[in-house]
T-cell receptor, first 112, second 113 residues
Framework: DSGVTQTPKHLITATGQRVTLRCSPR?????VYWYQQSLDQGLQFLIQ???????AKGNILERFSAQQFPDLHSELNLSSLELGDSALYFC???????????FGPGTRLTVL | GQQLNQSPQSMFIQEGEDVSMNCTSS?????WLWYKQEPGEGPVLLIA???AGELTSNGRLTAQFGITRKDSFLNISASIPSDVGIYFC?????????????WGLGTSLAVNP
């Protein structure tokens, strides 16, 4: 158990809908990262927050947005969902925004 | 986006065999990380490397930060069935304003008992 929690574990929704994924970092970690992993694909970095502010941006679509709240939990919002958005979405955290990241168990999103 | 070259893509070995995999980059890296992902789970950090030439062990796993700083290696000795999973390398370069980890596509390991 990495100490990073993600909810929900599974999410099934329809095209065009909007969903919110939630992540709580390890106690004491200030930075949160979001990744997308499609079937048989590696990890695609989406976005990083550090202490509430956006720090780095990866291949995140304009339909996706994220934020980190004062209590350091983070939410990833996915809107106008398409079939191709079906994937595992992972959250990771680190103490100081460094590169040693600890991953949560992921949220499996299925768009029908 | 930029990715590391990780090889081999997959391996199927007998229990007890040693395993070697590697990761290469076209640019110099300052940090190398090795993760393992089991089906349905998030990646778990195995080993972190921060200095060229560094050799670090974690049980039966040993990883090395290549001298050229453009590659890293992971070895697993005396493999067991629970070693099954996908092994990812990740690296970071201080060049420019880069604040992102770069990930390999993974080496899928299967162990025949």
């Amino acid at each position: 158990d990495s100490g990073v929690t993600q909810t929900p574990k599974h999410l099934i929704t329809a095209t065009g809908q909007r969903v919110t994924l939630r992540c709580s970092p390890r106690s004491g970690d200030l930075s949160v990262y979001w990744y997308q992993q499609s079937l048989d694909q590696g990890l695609q970095f989406l976005i990083q927050y550090y202490n509430g502010e956006e720090r780095a941006k990866g291949n995140i679509l304009e339909r996706f947005s994220a934020q980190q709240f004062p209590d350091l939990h983070s939410e990833l919002n996915l809107s106008s969902l398409e079939l191709g958005d079906s994937a595992l979405y992972f959250c990771a955290s680190s103490v100081d925004g460094g590169y040693t990241q600890y991953f949560g168990p992921g949220t499996r999103l299925t768009v029908l | 986006g930029q990715q590391l070259n990780q090889s081999p893509q997959s391996m199927f070995i007998q229990e007890g065999e040693d395993v070697s995999m590697n990761c290469t980059s076209s640019s110099i890296f300052n940090t190398w990380l090795w993760y393992k992902q089991e089906p349905g789970e998030g990646p778990v950090l195995l080993i972190a490397l921060y200095k060229a030439g560094e050799l670090t062990s974690n049980g039966r796993l040993t990883a090395q930060f290549g001298i050229t700083r453009k590659d890293s290696f992971l070895n697993i000795s005396a493999s067991i069935p629970s070693d099954v999973g996908i092994y990812f390398c990740a690296g970071h370069s201080n060049a420019g304003n880069n604040r992102k980890l770069i990930w390999g596509l993974g080496t899928s390991l299967a162990v025949n008992p």
